[in-house]
C-alpha cells in the first residue's frame, strides 16, 4: 500500500470491554511498531516485530495489552478488560530492513481510543 | 534511561519568518541517531529530518536544518521561510543504534500567523 492504513480511526468502548486496533503497514516492510500517545504526551513505545517476531515487548503497561502479526504482514493490536487509562491514540509504524538501517519509521494516522 | 526533552510546548512564528525549536536529550550511548516528527491534525507523524550522531555535519531539508550539538547534547530544529502549513505538533526523537524504540520529547505545537 502506499502508506501505513490503521483501522478503525475512532473507537469508543465502554469500561471492561476487549478492543482489538488494526495495523496493515507499507508491503515489503519487514519491521513493525506499536506506539502509545496520551493526550499532550509524545507517543511512547509498546511493542516491536521483525516479521512475524515479537521482539520486544517491553513498553506494554500491563498483561492486558497482547499483539501479534501472525503472518508478518497485519497487525492487531488488543486490550482486554479496557480502562479509562487506557484512552489514547495508538500509533502504528512500519519500517524495511533498508530504513530499518537507517532507523526511520513511517507512521499510520493512528487510532483514537476513547474508554468511557 | 534515555530521555528527551522540548521545553517550549508552544512557538508562534509569523509566516515567511525563521524560527528554532529547541530539544535536549539524555544518553550515555555513542551511536544514535536523531530525528524531527511533524504531526498535524490528521495525528500522522511525518518525518521532517534525521540526524547521525557520528556525523559532524549538520543535516538540512529544504526549508529545515537542524543544529546539533554533541556535547550539549542539544538538537534545535530551524525552520527557516515558514508557511501556513508548517503549524502542527513537532516531536523531537532519540533512537540508538542497538535499540529497535523511538524514545520522544513532549512536543511543541507551533502556530504560524499571517
Known amino acids: 500500500g502506499a502508506g501505513v492504513s490503521q483501522s478503525p480511526r475512532y473507537k469508543v468502548a465502554k469500561r471492561g470491554q476487549d478492543v482489538a486496533l488494526r495495523c496493515d503497514p507499507i508491503?515489503?516492510?519487514?519491521?513493525l511498531f506499536w506506539y502509545q500517545q496520551a493526550l499532550g504526551q509524545g507517543p511512547e513505545f509498546l511493542t516491536y516485530?521483525?516479521?512475524?517476531?515479537?521482539?520486544?515487548k517491553s513498553g506494554l503497561p500491563s498483561d492486558r495489552f497482547f499483539a501479534e502479526r501472525p503472518e508478518g504482514s497485519v497487525s492487531t493490536l488488543k486490550i482486554q478488560r479496557t480502562q479509562q487509562e487506557d484512552s489514547a491514540v495508538y500509533l502504528c509504524?512500519?519500517?524495511?530492513?533498508?530504513?530499518?538501517?537507517?532507523?526511520?519509521?513511517?507512521f499510520g494516522a493512528g487510532t483514537r481510543l476513547s474508554v468511557l | 534511561a534515555q530521555t528527551v526533552t522540548q521545553s517550549q510546548p508552544e512557538m508562534s512564528v509569523q509566516e515567511a519568518e525563521t524560527v528554532t525549536l529547541s530539544c535536549t536529550y539524555d544518553?550515555?550511548?555513542?551511536?544514535?541517531?536523531l530525528f524531527w516528527y511533524k504531526q498535524p491534525p490528521s495525528r500522522q507523524m511525518i518525518l521532517v529530518i534525521r540526524?547521525?550522531?557520528?556525523?559532524?555535519q549538520n543535516a538540512t531539508e529544504n526549508r529545515f536544518s537542524v543544529n546539533f550539538q554533541k556535547a550539549a547534547k542539544s538538537f534545535s530544529l530551524k525552520i527557516s521561510d515558514s508557511q501556513l502549513g508548517d503549524a502542527a505538533m513537532y516531536f523531537c526523537?532519540?533512537?540508538?543504534?542497538?535499540?529497535?524504540?523511538?524514545?520522544f520529547g513532549t512536543g511543541t505545537r507551533l502556530q504560524v500567523t499571517l
Open positions: 544518553t550515555s550511548e555513542s551511536d544514535y541517531y
Open positions: 540526524q547521525e550522531a557520528y556525523k559532524q
Open positions: 516485530f521483525q516479521n512475524e517476531a515479537q521482539l520486544d
Open positions: 509504524a512500519s519500517s524495511s530492513s533498508r530504513d530499518r538501517a537507517k532507523n526511520i519509521q513511517y
Open positions: 526523537a532519540y533512537h540508538t543504534g542497538t535499540a529497535s524504540k523511538l524514545t
Open positions: 508491503s515489503g516492510h519487514v519491521s
